[in-house]
């Protein structure tokens, strides 16, 4: 290679590491945007939680109606037909934590399924989490979903309505959604946090198409 062309290399390398920098300083500067915006939004979420209240069967059409229903087997339908909040917490730019709260049911004797996540600051977006809390889901004798459809093979793929009138084309993996909180996966939690609470209205009445939904197939890990 020529003197020239050596010196041109050297000089598109500079460029690039000066790039490289303005995209590293973009993406914190957008992270803080962001989480700044989440905070302010707030006090609206918790107006909104308090119409929620009033809504029967709020989350669980949500959930119904979002991609994340189709993790879900019949069975987990009716477990999530208990469900009455959901709680999206933020209090560093790398840190999340989901919260699903259940009204008394006859499939465990939790209150709240928690999972919270911490990021490496530096790229959290797409990273693995580097710590990860769960809540240990305490089943009910004889309830534990995750045994009974591994043990069964069966998904219960069908289009029956379950107890509070919910109905969906379920997966067909003889797996439960549920596995999803004995797993450190972080994918679904952002898809919660990013879209399917900030537009849970949208989806509770069916106004969102799935082809508007920018997070590709989904798989519980």
């Not at 390398?13 to 993406?27: G, M, R, V």
């Not at 004995?182 to 509770?204: C, G, Q, T, V, W």
Request: charge should be negative; charged fraction near 35%.
């Amino acid at each position: 290679m020529e003197g020239e062309a050596i010196k041109h290399l050297e000089e598109f390398e500079k460029i690039e590491d000066q790039l490289t920098a303005l995209d590293e300083e973009h993406f914190k500067q957008a992270s803080q945007l962001e989480f700044d915006f989440f905070q302010k939004r707030q006090p609206l979420y918790e107006s909104r939680r308090e119409l929620i209240k009033d809504i029967e069967d709020f989350w669980p059409t949500v959930i119904q109606n979002h991609q994340l229903g189709l993790l879900c087997s019949q069975e987990d339908m009716e477990v999530i037909s208990y469900m009455k909040d959901l709680i999206i917490e933020k209090k560093k730019i790398n840190h999340l934590k989901v919260s699903f709260v259940f009204n008394e049911n006859p499939f465990f004797s939790n209150e709240k399924l928690e999972k919270e996540y911490t990021f490496a600051e530096e790229d959290f977006e797409d990273a693995e989490p580097t710590d990860v809390q769960i809540t240990e889901i305490n089943w009910k004798e004889g309830q534990n979903l995750i045994q009974k459809l591994s043990a069964s093979g069966s998904s219960g793929k069908e289009k029956e309505s379950c107890t509070h009138g919910c109905s969906h084309d379920h997966h067909d993996d003889p797996h439960s959604f549920f596995e999803w909180f004995e797993s450190k996966e972080a994918h679904i939690a952002r898809l919660i946090a990013e879209d399917m609470y900030p537009n849970a209205f949208n989806y509770f009445a069916g106004r969102i198409d799935e082809e508007d939904e920018e997070f590709g197939d989904l798989e519980v890990e």
